[in-house]
Structures are given as structure tokens and as C-alpha cells.
């Protein structure tokens, strides 16, 4: 027996949950259930969060969460419960299965079946934005090499049980050498504790290209957090079934499964919604809890209600389909087919039955660091890049001499292109004479000197070598 939590929403979202809840029960599901409120209701009596405090207690303490979609009110200050949940919880792996039900269901690609897992929490998504000058802001790219351990196993351990053969990356690690390029580096690191799998990493760009043409040549694809954003869209969008695919959100202690569509309110209270993606991320619930045999009878008798052409109104196509009907009457279908299994779709096999352990994280003994230089960024408002570079070496020290001025990248000191278009924000690095290292102090002298000749300092970072190896980006064209 697992104690899981359930909320059920807004919108669809009672229905379809309760759809769900009679499915997976008839099925034998050992569940015992808290339910909690969450979405409009709370939003709307004040809490901006959409749930309360003592919500949060059960969720912590049953440690399953199955969600039905909400209805975030329009307006400003309500924050998304979603991304609360995900942030709060460290649900750091994001899984999307995304299947064809060719020909039940409209696809230009019937054989596909892949699964996206996307990383969760870091990347630009970690929600560390500034405006600095004038004319440029930033967001942080921040990728740790837990968060890529964490999530690469994770892929590798999905594909292991569930009987995938492949593991594919997706990075630009050919541009973001620092951020990607960790990824690729862990990608290959821990593919190789897993040779019963074959791996390959691709440039997300022609990646995205191939899989959008031919996603019948994927397995599980593994990625971080923004291109895992778009692409498990795209790929739900492709498989013809975005109102049919669940996701689950895995955390070290805690898991939360949902629909991937939001509360359809339009549709609300008439019976009309199809409960088939939520009964998704149930199905992929059962298996993390250990049920694996009952997510196997679910999944079967579901598929086999689709092959059998009773559908919701959302796939129903003349032709096709065989009986139009609401959700209670497709949750009675899918329960009189417990136990059968589709024939031209292909029927699922849990067999290998357990709820999947990962290794909690080990952190790796500290690495050699070294600063060798630091790089100052500028507000500065002139367009002649010689004329900063004499204003900075009037600032710089014996220790710290300017090395480069680069704008959004670019090298545009010493030695630039008049063609290269400048901003007004200017990134300034000051390195040690060659084979020194920089004292840290020299940093604040500097800063102290700019500020002393009027120079607007928006940030600084330190450039660093990691056992040796000089750990940033050069300038383009450097
Ligand atoms: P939506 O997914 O609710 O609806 C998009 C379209 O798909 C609508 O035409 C709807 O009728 C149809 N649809 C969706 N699910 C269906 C189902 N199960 N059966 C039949 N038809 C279905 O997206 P939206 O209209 O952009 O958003 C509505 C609300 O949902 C918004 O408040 C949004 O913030 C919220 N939302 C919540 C979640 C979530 O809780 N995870 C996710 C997305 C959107």
C-alpha cells in the first residue's frame, strides 16, 4: 500500500482525475489517497502560491504527487504552482513519453516512440536575470555537474528498466564550451557505466531537425532544462497526441505526475474531456512506486481502448473510430479491458518490476583552482573601443594589465573591426604577466580605481583554471 497525494485541479481536471482514480483502483492499485486543494480556488482566496502551507506537509510527507492540470488565474503576482512544486521539491528530472497511436490517432510519424528527459531545475531557467546598462540584460546559464550526473543517470537507469536500447544527447556544445560542454563531458562519462546501451550525442540543432523528420530514430534523448522545454513539445505536438501524453517530475525524495495539458475550463463539468494524459502520468506513477504490474494492465487496456476505436471527442475521427463517448464511459471501457492487450498497437511489458533507486549524488573531491585574471564589465556609452581601452588602462595595476575588451563576445580590443557593432556594455579582462597568477586583492584595486575615475562597473567575474586548465571563454576572435 502507497500513500500518494492527489489534487484535482480545476477546470477538466475533477473529472478527469476521478476517470483516472476509478481506472487505476479496478486495476488494483494499492493506493491510499490524501487529497489537497490546489489552483483557482486558493489562488483566488488569497494565497498567490495556489497552495497552502499545510498542503505542502502532506505532499513532503507521502512524497507522490499525482496532479490534475489548474487553472492559473490571469493577472499579475500569482505565482505558477508548477514551477513552486519543481523548484521546492527538486524535481530535477522531467520525463516525457511521447508514442504514436497510428492509425488511431492522426501522426505523420507512425512509428514513433520516444521518450524525452529533460533536465529540471538549472540552466537559464534558474531565474538569475539583470538588466545591466542601458541596452543589454543578462540570464545566467548555470549547468552544475549534479544536476548533469543526476539527470544523465537518470536516463540511463529509465532506458535500463524500461527496455530502451538508446541514449541520445542533445547539447550546443560547440558554442557554450563552459555549459554544454559539461553536459556532453558527464553524457559520456557515465554512458560508459552502461555499455548494454548504445549512446550518441548530437548538436541539439540538427538533433531537433532529425527528430521533428524522423523521431522513429530516437530512444530516450536526454537534455537540458530549455531545450527540453521546447523539444518535448514539439515531440508531444508530432506524435499527434499532445491532449493523450503524461509527464512525471522525479525528485531524490519526491515525484510529482500530471497531464501535460492545462484545465481546458471551456470544457469543464459536461463530460467531454479525455482523461488519457493524466491515466498517462498515473501509469508512469504505478511504475515508480514499485506497481509496475498494475501500470502494465493499465497501459495495456488503454491502448487496447484506443486500438478499439472508442474515443473522446478530442481524437474522434469518422472512419476510425468506432463510438463517440464521454469520460466516465471511456474510463468503463478501459476498466472492462483490464487484462486484455492491444493487438496492432504494441502492447507494454513492465516486467522488470521495480521502482527505480537512483544513487544519491557524491560530491567529487575539490579540483585545483587557480584565478588567473578577471574580467570587469563596463557601462560605458562611447562607440570607439580604443578610446575605452586608453580610459581602462588607466586603472589597471602591475599585477592586472588589460588583456582584452570584447562586446557581446566579440573581441573588438585590440585589433578590431570598425564593422563590429558595439553596445554599451563592455567586457574588460585584466590577466597577470604570463604564468602568474593573479593575487585576489588586485580584484577590489581595480574595482576601487574604476570607481575613483568614474567608471561604471556593472560586474565582475573571476576567470579561473581548474587543475591547469583555464576554465572560461575566450573572446570571439581572440
Ligand atoms: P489547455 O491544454 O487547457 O487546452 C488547449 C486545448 O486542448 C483546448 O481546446 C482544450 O479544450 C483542449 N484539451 C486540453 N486537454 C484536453 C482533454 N483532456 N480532453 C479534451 N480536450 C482537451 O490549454 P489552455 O487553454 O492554454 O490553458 C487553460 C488553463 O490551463 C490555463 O489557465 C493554463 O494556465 C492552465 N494550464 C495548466 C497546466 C498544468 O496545470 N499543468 C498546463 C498547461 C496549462
Given at each position: 500500500m502507497t500513500r500518494i497525494t492527489v489534487a484535482k485541479g480545476d477546470g477538466i481536471g475533477p473529472e478527469i482525475m476521478d476517470a483516472t482514480l476509478e481506472i487505476i483502483l479496478a486495476a488494483g492499485a494499492q493506493l491510499e489517497i490524501d487529497e489537497i486543494a490546489v489552483g483557482e480556488q486558493v489562488?483566488?482566496?488569497?494565497?498567490?502560491?495556489?497552495?497552502?502551507?499545510?498542503?505542502?506537509?502532506?505532499?513532503?510527507?507521502?512524497?507522490?504527487?499525482?496532479?490534475?492540470?489548474?487553472?492559473?488565474?490571469?493577472?499579475?503576482?500569482?505565482?505558477?504552482?508548477?514551477?513552486?512544486?519543481?523548484?521546492?521539491?527538486?524535481l530535477y528530472a522531467n520525463i516525457r513519453p511521447c508514442l504514436s497511436l497510428h492509425p488511431y490517432v492522426k501522426t505523420k510519424h507512425p512509428q514513433m516512440d520516444l521518450v524525452i528527459v529533460r533536465e529540471n531545475e538549472e540552466d537559464l531557467y534558474a531565474g538569475i536575470e539583470h538588466q545591466q546598462t542601458d541596452e543589454v540584460v543578462q540570464c545566467l546559464k548555470l549547468i552544475s555537474r549534479p544536476g548533469c550526473e543526476k539527470i544523465v543517470r537518470y536516463a540511463f537507469e529509465y532506458a535500463?528498466?524500461?527496455?530502451?536500447?538508446?541514449?541520445?544527447c542533445f547539447t550546443k556544445d560547440n558554442i557554450m564550451k563552459q555549459t554544454d560542454g559539461l553536459f556532453h563531458q558527464v553524457f559520456d562519462e557515465i554512458a560508459k557505466e552502461y555499455p548494454d546501451i548504445e549512446n550518441e550525442h548530437w548538436i541539439i540543432d540538427i538533433g531537433a531537425a532529425k527528430m521533428a523528420d524522423t523521431p522513429e530514430a530516437f530512444d530516450v534523448i536526454v537534455m537540458p532544462n530549455l531545450y527540453g522545454d521546447v523539444l518535448s513539445d514539439v515531440a508531444a505536438q508530432i506524435a499527434g497526441s499532445v491532449?493523450?501524453?503524461?509527464?512525471?517530475?522525479?525528485?531524490?525524495?519526491?515525484?510529482?505526475?500530471?497531464?501535460?495539458?492545462?484545465?481546458?475550463?471551456?470544457?469543464?463539468?459536461?463530460?467531454?474531456?479525455?482523461?488519457?494524459?493524466?491515466?498517462?502520468?498515473?501509469?508512469?506513477?504505478?511504475?515508480?512506486?514499485?506497481?509496475?504490474?498494475?501500470?502494465?494492465k493499465v497501459q495495456n487496456a488503454w491502448?487496447?481502448?484506443?486500438?478499439?476505436?472508442i474515443h473522446t471527442y478530442d481524437i474522434y475521427k469518422e472512419g476510425i473510430s468506432r463510438q463517440k463517448v464521454g469520460t466516465k464511459e471511456f474510463a468503463q471501457a478501459v476498466i472492462r479491458n483490464l487484462g486484455e492487450k492491444p493487438s496492432t498497437l504494441k502492447a507494454v511489458s513492465f516486467a522488470k518490476g521495480s521502482a527505480l533507486q537512483l544513487p544519491k549524488y557524491q560530491r567529487k573531491p575539490a579540483a585545483k583552482k587557480d584565478l588567473v585574471g578577471v574580467d570587469l564589465f563596463v557601462h560605458w556609452g562611447g562607440t570607439n573601443p580604443d578610446e575605452l581601452a586608453s580610459l581602462i588602462q588607466s586603472i589597471q595595476t602591475p599585477e592586472a594589465k588589460l588583456s582584452m575588451i570584447t562586446n557581446r563576445g566579440i573581441k573588438v580590443w585590440p585589433d578590431g573591426f570598425q564593422e563590429t557593432f558595439?553596445?554599451?556594455?563592455?567586457?574588460?579582462?585584466?590577466?597577470?604577466?604570463?604564468?602568474?597568477?593573479?593575487?585576489?586583492?588586485?580584484?577590489?584595486?581595480?574595482?576601487?580605481?574604476?570607481?575613483?575615475?568614474?567608471?561604471?562597473?556593472?560586474?565582475?567575474?573571476?576567470?579561473?583554471?581548474f587543475n591547469g586548465q583555464p576554465a572560461f571563454s575566450l573572446g570571439q576572435g581572440q
Open positions: 489562488y483566488l482566496a488569497g494565497n498567490t502560491s495556489g497552495i497552502a502551507k499545510e498542503s505542502w506537509d502532506i505532499i513532503r510527507k507521502n512524497k507522490v504527487f499525482l496532479k490534475a492540470p489548474i487553472t492559473t488565474p490571469q493577472g499579475g503576482g500569482y505565482k505558477s504552482l508548477n514551477v513552486t512544486t519543481r523548484k521546492f521539491l527538486g535500463r528498466q524500461y527496455d530502451r536500447k538508446k541514449v541520445t491532449g493523450l501524453a503524461g509527464s512525471a517530475n522525479i525528485g531524490e525524495e519526491c515525484a510529482m505526475f500530471e497531464a501535460i495539458h492545462g484545465s481546458a475550463p471551456r470544457r469543464a463539468g459536461q463530460n467531454l474531456a479525455n482523461p488519457s494524459g493524466l491515466l498517462q502520468g498515473a501509469v508512469m506513477m504505478l511504475n515508480h512506486i514499485g506497481q509496475t504490474e498494475v501500470a502494465e491502448l487496447k481502448t484506443i486500438e478499439d476505436g558595439c553596445t554599451d556594455h563592455w567586457r574588460c579582462r585584466f590577466k597577470p604577466t604570463e604564468g602568474e597568477l593573479l593575487p585576489k586583492g588586485e580584484i577590489i584595486k581595480l574595482l576601487y580605481k574604476a570607481h575613483e575615475s568614474g567608471i561604471d562597473t556593472v560586474k565582475t567575474e573571476n576567470l579561473y583554471a
